[in-house]
């Protein structure tokens, strides 16, 4: 058990760490890493259509060319670590694209950044939340039923769903963590807006508070085989506008399906002492 | 709609939710919804849904035909302790190693404690709690538990076992169809949790291999039988009791999450209360 629980541990810690933010610079994705070889690209491939003339978006999606990740990795190592520590907190902040925090609130979102490891949820093991958990790694798509969107996440997998029969917000949902969400399409795009969210979660690390007011707009479109998901969080108490976070690119896969993860356990949280983003300046 | 209460006490329960056994005891609601079925078939009766492929189409959100009630659940438990598996239980078929392993363990040791989801609960579709729903393409059938908020990817496109994955909780299922019923075949479970959940012990080995099997008894009635082999533990093969789920009055799922945070709560509970059953 001693083995198991220390994978565990170690699983913990990955999960909690896991939940990157999605809002980071975008300029790895517009690096000259991210082009991959004419006449490979999956985005010039054909984009298929289901028979009620909406793209097809079933299927898997590697996040290969968002902020996160190389092309080539597998949606299920983003790591965890890459925006942390002195150099890339530095790059997050160097990013003209920073969340439209009222100014009166900077204060408490650099403290909750500089204590991350104590305040931040997705250490202890929960939800991530919307948009926090980011583009989709599955999505099953039928006739007559919601748009089902699919995460491996190591604090344990996850769905949602997404009704896009015209219906309005469900009645009376509040404090969810990923929201009651509605979609539907603008052209080739699905557009999900979700809201009855809880404030227990956070945009992205570095302390991105949100209201319960949070109204998450999200837009999916299949280009030939790649997926462009990209995210604007509405939220009157914290924003003093909408904020459309960085885009990510995802390539669909064939190769890989979810795998489903250890379940996280908080047990060593009491240890961490060296995740916080206190190395900003 | 179902209301929001069902969920908080999911969650609050962290799915020690008692009510599910009552899907084992043969519901008046599911057993209303499930008569009228098959053979002899009014002609007025809704013919099954069927995909562009002609297959069974079993989307939709499924249940036992009632809600959770606490009260009666509790009283449910008391004086059906094991009800419906019985003598027929998948412990009853415990080696005598694994028999006696059994004997030392009870409520508290349930992995569903720690938001490890059980394989069965009372059956694969609604896992630990009492909904589930199936969205089905051509190629998959997936299944959505909003206990634990988890879901299972059932390819149906003939691509056979994944071997390249480590064991899982909910194991590596491919699916087929012989006629109208969908077949899973599930194998790579790890041995970290039980078949069921309230502190019915029922741990398994890695070699847990299982075989599940969905019809449409009617349009709105999914029956669910399964059947497993554990050549490490069991003497035989187990068969787990029918369930007949029938469509739920509600459109979807709802978000259920188990997050740890209560775990040494609900162990204390479970080794104070033993959830109302008499100690063993």
Known sequence: MTFLNTIVTTVALSAALYLVGPAVSAQRAAGPAAAPPAGDDPARKPTPRLRDGHPDLNGFWAIGRGPDTPVGSSFGERNAFIKRGARNAAAQYADPNQPPYKPELMPKVEELAKNESKVDTAFFCKPGGVPRIGPPHGIVQAPGMPIVLLYEVIAGNTFRLVPTDGRGHTANLEGLYYGDSIGRWEGDTLVVETVGFNDETWIGIYGWLHSTKMRVIERLSRVGDTLRYQATVEDPDVFTRPWTMNAWTSVRTTKELILENPPCVESDIDHVTSFDEKTRR | ?280
């Not at chain 2, 069921?196 to 449409?216: I, N, P």
């Not at chain 2, 787990?240 to 740890?260: D, G, Q, W």
């Open chain 2, 1 to 280: 709609m179902k209301n929001t209460y069902l969920a908080s006490v999911l969650i609050a329960a962290a799915s020690i939710a008692a009510a599910s056994i009552a899907l084992m005891s043969g519901t008046p609601a599911a057993a209303q919804s499930a008569s009228g079925s098959a053979p002899g078939t009014p002609a007025n009766a809704k013919p099954i849904p069927r995909m562009a492929d002609g297959h069974p189409d079993m989307s939709g959100v499924w249940w036992p035909g009632h809600d959770l009630i606490p009260a009666q659940a509790s009283a449910v438990y008391r004086e059906g302790e094991r009800q419906g598996i019985g003598a027929q239980s998948f412990g009853s078929l415990y080696k005598p190693d694994a028999m006696a392993k059994a004997k030392a363990l009870s409520d508290k040791d349930d992995p569903a404690l720690w938001c490890i989801p059980s394989i069965i609960g009372p059956t694969p579709l609604v896992g630990n709690g009492l909904v589930g729903e199936i969205v089905q393409t051509p190629k998959t059938v997936v299944q959505l538990i909003e206990t634990y908020h988890g879901f299972r990817i059932i390819p149906t496109d003939g691509r056979p076992h994944r071997d390249d994955v480590v064991p899982s909780n909910h194991g590596d299922a491919v699916g087929r169809w012989d006629g109208d019923t969908l077949i899973v075949d599930v194998t790579n479970f790890s041995d970290r949790n039980w078949l069921h959940h309230h502190g019915d012990v029922s741990f398994h080995s890695d070699a847990l291999h299982m075989v599940e099997t969905y019809r449409l008894a009617d349009a709105d009635t999914l029956e669910i039988n399964v059947t497993a082999d554990d050549p490490q533990m069991l003497t035989g093969t187990w068969k787990a009791p029918t369930v007949k789920l029938v469509r739920a009055p509600f459109e979807h799922i709802m978000e259920t999450s188990c997050e740890n945070t209560e775990t040494a709560n609900l162990i204390e509970a479970a080794s104070k209360d033993n959830y109302g059953r008499k100690a063993r």
